[in-house]
């Protein structure tokens, strides 16, 4: 190390995998970053995001002072007190004039790699008492949330592969070698695919796209897109028909009956040709997993941002269940949250109340993003006229996200909390810029559940913040009390001291609480932290898995003993759970009633497939290793080379539309048009086609210039926002409907 440079351990605030990171910073730069070797969870392993991380902090069209809109359109930079006053000048107009339903919250994927958003977005939600609720969960992990809460009472108890003790692991619809792993946070998922092979394991790819994760499979099963719910309903046909399925405890389990009856139209002989595949493959599937030691499967985009995306969520679990892999070591285990994870208990109630325009359910207090443009456009009682939207590009990313483009351009008020002016944010009035990523503490609120194995990690800011620069939390603390009436001046730390009192209030009072009766006074004066942020990371953390429970656990952990031992504790890998998921008296709900009522519709889809000729192309979505949805295309270090927005077609398909390699091709869905540039290949098979989602950059009054000179289209100009899965409302982004034809046609690329 140079003298001057100071080295630092941070968790990568990337993706989902959270590898542990070493940071060399001089001043106030990061000038090299690597995988951490001593990172009890990642142990050295990082991607060349994570490595870019100084570049992705530093990039200099990051918003530093809050930006206030001009009357001409422009915006000016301003102070922090005079952001939020106008905040509250604007939302409180709206509410005053169109009431509380008027004023709608979006939040995006960042929620989940900050610390800030989830630690004050449901008090946010309480204080704003709209139904306008919405989330990239919808575009997203809904349907697994949905079949979750409707199996295990609990939408967020998500099984996950025991990778590391598996023999056979089955993946469909998800790319981890890319995607770094989702719904699954797995560090270095290559070492341990290397791992699980060298022991004899087996590892089978179900994709329409030879995928990176494909190539290393032992077996690639190419699928039609949008048939998994059928793949899946034809192994536990065959699990059921061949004896195969392992005995499970009708205390623990209800339901298997009414599947066993329900599965019989499904067998591998019905729907093979529709999924693309033969009868042999479908049973060879059913069999192996059965046969193996232990076994796990796991799905994820490609299965649930789809028609069917809560029904083939739902019959990941009832594989894993019926091969007797659910629960068990090497099998679908349950993660452990490091910190107190308060949730619901009981099956998940689904549609609570409805949307003003389309009638859609709500879903765990959200509407689907897929109806924002709706409810924007739409006059009545109760129409959106103003958004609050954190850490979100839903024109990039949400169905028919060129309708939104307009749709936002309409609103009375906007305000952003996001480092850019991109394509979402350039509609807004005020955009509120949280800090840089290494003025940022990192602790995992929501991914931890989701942990290959028990680990509990914090890292506090590299770098003190500049002066009079709020932290995230604080910012959106401001507009909570903004939004709850309280006014643009109340302290934000108010609300951290209200909502530890609160949480406290309730332990105290829990019967059978091991803290039952304390006085929550004095358990609040023993939390430790440099502000009421790091107050609440310690109050989880003692009440996690792992925590102190204030003493009584002598060996567990706090904020004081992590802040000691950067590189985290390890505590071991999964334990069996599914009694203290499910609840003494329950029992995991194999055939939930919201999800059989949607099988009709399932049926109806086998008999027009069976039916369908050749038709249209069906598009599927892709991600690159370099890239984060929507915005990091603007980072040199990350862009360029196979990180670029083409159309993957069909070798075959492109000579027989006269199509070559880099030439524009017209693409058209229901919602659009987008010409892109095609790339003829054997990945994907006859009659697909790949364009990967978050580009159509370059517009006016964006601030992204590396991203606008080379801004792709955006995919979701051609999804079709009025088609969602109808029990969670997801998005449908693959096996979309489209035409593809050489040339522009009378279309401008974007
Ligand atoms: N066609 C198609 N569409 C898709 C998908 C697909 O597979 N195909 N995938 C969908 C999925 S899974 C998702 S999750 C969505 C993602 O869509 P969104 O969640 O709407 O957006 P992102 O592109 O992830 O952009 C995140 C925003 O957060 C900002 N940001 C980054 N870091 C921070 C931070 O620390 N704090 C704050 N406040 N802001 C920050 C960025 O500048 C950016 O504006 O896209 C969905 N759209
Ligand atoms: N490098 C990188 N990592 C990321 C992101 C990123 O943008 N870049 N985004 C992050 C986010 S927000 C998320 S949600 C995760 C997503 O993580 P993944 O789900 O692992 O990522 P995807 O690449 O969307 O994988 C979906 C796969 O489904 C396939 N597929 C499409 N249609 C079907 C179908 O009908 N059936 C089947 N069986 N397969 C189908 C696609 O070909 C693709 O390989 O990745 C996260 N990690
Ligand atoms: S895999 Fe994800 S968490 Fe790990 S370094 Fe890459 S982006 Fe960061
Ligand atoms: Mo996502």
């Known amino acids: 190390m140079v003298t001057g440079t100071t080295r630092h351990h941070r968790i990568c605030p990337l993706c989902e995998a959270g590898c542990g990171l070493s940071v060399d910073i001089e001043g106030r730069r990061a000038v090299k970053v690597r995988g951490a070797r001593d990172d009890v969870f990642s142990k050295g392993y990082a991607c060349p995001k994570g490595i870019s991380l100084g570049e992705i902090d530093q990039d200099p069209e990051r918003c530093h002072a809050p930006l206030v809109r001009q009357p001409d359109g422009r915006f000016a930079e301003v102070t922090w007190d005079e952001a939020f006053a106008e905040v509250a000048r604007g939302l409180g107009r709206v509410a005053e004039q169109h009431g509380k339903d008027a004023v709608a919250l979006y939040y995006g994927n960042p929620v989940i790699h900050t610390v800030g958003i989830p630690l004050h977005v449901t008090p946010m939600r309480q204080a704003m008492q709209s139904r306008n609720v919405y989330s990239s969960s919808t575009v997203d992990q809904m349907p697994k949330n949905v079949s979750a809460g409707l199996m295990f009472g609990d939408p967020w108890a998500i099984p996950v592969p025991d990778i590391d003790r598996t023999d056979h692991l089955l993946i469909l619809g998800a790319n981890p070698l890319v995607s770094n792993g989702s719904l699954w946070t797995v560090p270095d998922l290559p070492g341990r695919i290397r791992a699980?092979?060298?022991?004899?394991?087996?590892?089978?790819?179900?994709?329409?796209?030879?995928?990176?994760?494909?190539?290393?499979?032992?077996q690639h099963v190419t699928i039609r897109p949008g048939t998994d719910a059928l793949l899946l309903f034809a192994l536990v046909h065959t699990l059921f028909d061949e004896g195969l399925t392992a005995p499970l405890d009708p205390a623990r389990y209800a339901g298997?009956?009414?599947?066993?009856?329900?599965?019989?139209?499904?067998?591998?002989?019905?729907?093979?040709?529709?999924?693309?595949?033969t009868p042999d493959t479908l049973r060879g599937l059913a069999r192996e997993l059965a046969a193996a030691d232990s076994a796990a499967v796991y799905a994820r985009m490609g299965t649930t941002a789809v028609a069917f995306g809560t029904v083939a969520s739902w019959l990941v679990d009832v594989v894993n269940a019926?091969?007797?892999?659910?629960?068990?070591?090497?099998?679908?285990?349950?993660?452990?949250?490091?910190?107190?994870?308060?949730?619901?208990?009981?099956?998940?109630?689904?549609?609570?109340?409805?949307?003003?325009?389309r009638g859609l359910p709500e879903v765990l207090g959200e509407l689907p993003a897929a109806t924002l443009a709706d409810e924007i456009d739409t006059p009545g009682e109760g129409q959106v006229r103003a958004l609050v939207a954190i850490a979100c590009n839903p024109v990039l990313g949400a169905p028919n996200g060129e309708r939104l483009d307009r749709s936002l351009a309409d609103l009375d008020f906007m305000v952003a909390v996001d480092p850019y002016v991109n394509e979402t944010t350039r509609h807004a009035h005020v955009i509120l810029p949280p800090p840089r990523v290494l003025e940022s503490e990192h602790f995992d609120i929501v991914l931890s559940r989701l942990a290959v194995r028990r680990v509990a990690r914090y890292s506090p800011p590299l770098l003190p913040r500049e002066e009079g620069r709020p932290s995230e939390a604080e910012i959106l603390a401001k507009l909570t009390l903004i939004l709850s009436g309280a006014g643009p001046e109340a302290d934000p730390a108010s609300l951290d001291s209200l909502i530890i009192d609160k949480i406290l209030g309730a332990v105290v009072a829990a019967p059978g609480s091991p803290l039952a009766g304390r006085d929550p006074a004095e358990l609040k004066a023993q939390l430790t932290g440099e502000d009421s942020t790091e107050r609440r990371i310690?109050?989880?953390?003692?009440?996690?898995?792992?925590?102190?429970?204030?003493?009584?656990?002598?060996?567990?952990?706090?904020?004081?003993?992590?802040?000691?031992?950067?590189?985290?504790?390890?505590?071991?890998?999964?334990?069996?759970?599914?009694?203290?998921?499910?609840?003494?008296?329950?029992?995991?709900?194999?055939?939930?009633?919201?999800v059989a009522g949607d099988l009709p519709r399932l049926v109806e889809f086998l008999a027009a497939e069976r039916e369908r000729g050749a038709g249209s192309f069906l598009l599927v979505g892709r991600r690159h290793l370099r890239s984060t949805n929507s915005w990091t295309h603007n980072i040199a270090a990350l862009s360029g080379g196979t990180n670029h927005c083409a159309l993957e077609i069909n070798a075959e398909d492109a000579r027989r539309l006269g199509i070559g390699p880099g030439d524009e091709v017209t693409v058209r869905g229901r919602a659009g048009a987008v010409v892109a540039l095609a790339e003829p290949t054997d990945r994907v098979g006859p009659g697909v086609v790949s364009l990967p989602h978050g580009w159509g950059h370059g517009r006016d009054g964006t601030r992204m210039a590396h991203a606008a000179k080379a801004p792709g289209v955006n995919v979701n100009a051609l999804t079709d926002e009025l088609v969602v899965d109808p029990l969670s409302g997801n998005a449908v982004f693959n096996a979309v409907p489209v035409e593809v034809s050489p040339g522009r046609g009378d279309l401008h690329r974007c």
């Open 196 to 218: 699980l092979k060298a022991r004899g394991g087996r590892l089978v790819v179900v994709d329409p796209r030879r995928t990176r994760t494909a190539e290393v499979a032992d």
């Open 538 to 594: 310690d109050l989880m953390l003692r009440l996690g898995a792992f925590g102190d429970a204030f003493g009584l656990r002598p060996d567990g952990v706090n904020l004081a003993v992590l802040r000691e031992r950067p590189e985290g504790m390890d505590f071991g890998p999964l334990r069996p759970r599914l009694a203290e998921i499910v609840g003494a008296d329950s029992r995991v709900a194999l055939f939930p009633e919201p």
């Open 322 to 357: 019926l091969t007797g892999n659910l629960d068990r070591p090497g099998g679908a285990m349950f993660g452990e949250a490091q910190h107190n994870a308060l949730r619901p208990t009981g099956p998940l109630a689904l549609g609570r109340w409805h949307s003003r325009v």
């Open 256 to 277: 298997e009956e009414q599947l066993r009856e329900a599965a019989k139209e499904f067998s591998p002989e019905a729907v093979a040709e529709v999924c693309g595949t």
